[in-house]
């Protein structure tokens, strides 16, 4: 049996979603640098053996799913669950967002959006969040985005989607404060990141992105370290500490004016 090394990830294993492109991909490839078994998870197969193939020092799973279909995370946890797999860190990166004005981005993409963004983040981390306190050990990193922390017209199911995962990870991370839990649960948002992110919503960003690289390995040390809310880049810092003095109106305001120099339509 291979001896544990929590600090290390040796003898450690994670399940990431959305690990074909990205911020996922960039999570794969730093866990196995830092010695973590992977499961690996995307809609797109290629792609995933494409990453395994890439990665030699760990043990790479992969496993094909849908997150858009809410039962594919109860699949994939019942599924893994049954071939004795425990899961020590949880990567919740799975996501897209959908650009057009509500009244006229199609019903069918943002329930899409809904079932991945919120429903089947939602399930995979209560689910695992039940193990670990069972086991007493842990770590559930939610991707969100700087779009939680807003309204955003334009690209509203993805704002409230990413809203919804900034209020939820705060909730559960202060109810394992109080009880002194060792299981740790963060939320990565970052601000724009280079990655295949702009041309599914189909827009374009008007400020350089991030590398993926390098937000990934900022997070995830952080997340270690117990760090609720992770914010990449000096920018987005600098962004979150004004709008505390900006009224939700002048929000919502502001982030239209943002979102309205994108250039994009909605993503059908």
Known sequence: MAVRDRR?????????????????REFAY?????????????????????????????????ITI????????????????????????????AGFGVYGRFSEVPLDRELQLIHTNVCSLHILTKLYLKDMLKRGSGLILNVGSMAGFSAGPTFSSYYASKNYVVRLTEGIHEELRRSGSKVKVSVLCPGPV?????????VKFS????????????????????????????????????????????????????QSRKDGNEDA
């Not at 290390?8 to 996922?24: D, F, N, Q, W």
């Not at 973590?36 to 020092?57: H, M, V």
């Not at 280079?194 to 189909?202: G, L, S």
């Open 66 to 93: 849908d997150l858009s279909r809410e039962q594919d995370a109860f699949d994939l946890y019942e599924h893994l669950s049954l071939d004795g797999e425990d899961i020590d860190v949880l990567i919740n990166n």
């Open 8 to 24: 290390k990830g040796v003898g450690m294993k994670a399940l990431i979603t959305g690990a074909s492109s990205g911020i996922g």
């Open 30 to 62: 730093y866990l196995a640098e830092l010695g973590y078994d992977l499961i690996i998870c995307a809609r797109r197969t290629d792609e995933l053996y494409k990453l395994r193939d890439e990665i030699k020092n760990v043990s790479v799973r992969v």
């Open 207 to 258: 400020v350089n992105g991030l590398d993926p690289r390098d937000v990934v390995r900022y997070a995830f040390d952080r997340a270690q370290k117990g760090k609720m809310i992770i914010i990449p880049g000096t920018g987005m810092k600098v962004l979150k500490f004004f709008q505390h003095f900006l009224s939700e109106k002048a929000l919502t305001r502001a982030s239209y004016n943002v």
């Open 194 to 202: 280079n990655t295949r992110f702009n041309d599914v919503a189909n």
